[in-house]
């Protein structure tokens, strides 16, 4: 089967190297699977790239689009919070462009699409018999333009009057967006469309859903090359950085290190509270410039897009410290995992999927920098336990979270769906037929219906 993944792009964010590895996954489990993204950073020949097209009518509509999306969002810069999440609208400037240049497929897979697929074009665009799963990264797909709604629960209500913009107008853009959304999804046949979710806390916001709870739904956990991520020798990784052996090391990873949602300055209020922080040593990657830290030993190593390099960054560590405010399924905590390094981490959103209190680490709760402090010291106090927690991670990663156990699933699911289709078509086509054999007369529409329901 060809499944055809749709992202914004092939590498960079969490959902991006998602999308990624699930592809990399199926294709060793010898799956046609390809990719269509915008933004293109492998040298894979099975990623296409959408180049936008250069005539001079098609370049003029665009930008006449994207002038009037940027200003639908520009009334809202100096209302919105400091706590505001990513924002994406259902619209992009490319409109049906994306859609033209879209490979063949038998089935696809959309993933973070935002900035690039229009979601009114490709679902005006896309074959009502095609098969459509979607893997939820974030909310982004069934709000109102949040990737994290920080619990304020609007998005069951159609949005509006949004407080991570400032909002005070129940019909303002996230309204306008969630009942967009509505449109397009409420015309789409419940079997031929599935949503994933990585985690078992984000299947539990799409139950809860208007515009996307009425879909059948998986979870299924993010996959990772365990041969990649795995224990390697924690002398050589300090020796490389810079930190001593007897250290006791503490690793903050994030895409972008100073987003508000990801924790570090908890993190930072978590380490300053330490009374006699003795050997603690802060190790931390990202882009973005590194903080001072003052006077805790502190190394920052700029983002790596190489996945075996950062496997040697968790390798150095003896805790990685996950203060998340609200998160799906983090890709470095499952890295973190397959390289034998237990978790400390925020107890909020698909992090307890994975962080076992006692068996892969330790969970505090959210928002509390005090609590933070004390799992951490907790699990640097104590060798044993952490070498027990270490040996946990690893087992639980390798048969858990390991691509072919992704893959498999998927494969599942998508085999499923085609089945469906190709069911329904026999059945069509057994239709015709029997139309045909009584002389070309058609059968009544209630007959067809009754067809068509029949197992």
């Not at 079997?191 to 515009?211: K, Y």
Request: aromatic share 8%; with cysteine.
């Amino acid at each position: 089967m060809r499944i055809l993944h749709i992202s914004r792009a092939d590498n960079g964010g969490g959902a991006s190297r998602a999308a990624n590895r699930l592809h990399e996954g199926l294709r060793r489990a010898d799956e046609d699977s390809r990719m269509y993204v915008l933004d293109k950073y492998t040298g894979d020949p099975l990623v296409t790239q959408f180049h936008a097209s250069r005539g001079r009518i098609e370049w003029v509509a665009r930008n006449a689009r994207r002038l009037r999306l940027n200003l639908a969002q520009r009334r809202y810069v100096k209302t919105a919070t400091a706590e505001r999440t990513f924002f994406s609208e259902d619209r992009t400037p490319f409109y049906v462009d994306a859609c033209r240049q879209m490979p063949e497929a038998e089935l696809v897979n959309l993933h973070w699409v935002a900035g690039f697929l229009d979601l009114g074009a490709f679902f005006e665009c896309l074959p009502g018999e095609m098969p459509l799963v979607w893997t939820l990264h974030d909310m982004a797909s069934f709000t109102g333009g949040c990737c994290y709604d920080m619990d304020c629960g609007k998005f069951t209500q159609q949005c509006g009057a949004c407080p991570q913009l400032g909002s005070k107008e129940e019909r303002d853009l996230t309204r306008q967006v969630w009942r967009r959304k509505e449109k397009y999804y409420g015309a789409r046949e419940a079997g031929r469309f599935h949503i994933v979710t990585p985690s078992r806390w984000l299947e539990e916001e799409v139950r809860s859903s208007p515009l996307l709870g009425r879909f059948p739904r998986s979870v299924i956990p993010y996959g990772l090359d365990t041969e990649v991520f795995q224990p390697r020798n924690r002398g050589v990784a300090r020796d490389v950085l810079g930190i001593p052996q007897g250290a006791r090391v503490v690793l903050f990873v994030s895409h972008e290190i100073h987003t508000q949602r990801k924790g570090f300055a908890l993190l930072m209020e978590a380490l300053a509270g330490m009374q006699s922080p003795g050997k603690v040593f802060l190790l931390s990657l990202g882009a973005g410039p590194a903080p001072e830290i003052q006077p805790l030993p502190y190394v920052h190593v700029p983002l790596l897009g190489d996945d075996r390099l950062l496997s040697w960054i968790y390798n150095a560590a003896d805790v990685f410290v996950l203060p998340s405010l609200a998160d799906n399924l983090p890709n470095t905590m499952l890295e973190a995992m397959a390289c034998g390094t237990p978790v400390v981490a925020f107890e909020t959103g698909g992090i307890p999927d994975a962080v076992r209190p006692g068996v892969t680490g330790l969970l505090a709760k959210t928002g509390d920098s005090a609590e933070l402090r004390a799992a951490m010291l907790e699990l640097l106090g104590n060798d044993t336990k952490r070498a027990e927690m270490s040996a946990n991670c690893r087992r639980i990663a390798v048969a858990e979270y390991d691509l072919s156990v992704q893959a498999r699933r998927y494969v599942e699911l998508y085999t499923e769906m085609l089945g469906r289709v190709a069911g329904r078509a026999g059945k069509e086509a057994a239709v015709q037929s029997a139309a045909a054999r009584c002389g070309g007369n058609q059968i009544p529409a209630v007959e067809f219906g009754m067809f068509r329901g029949a197992p």
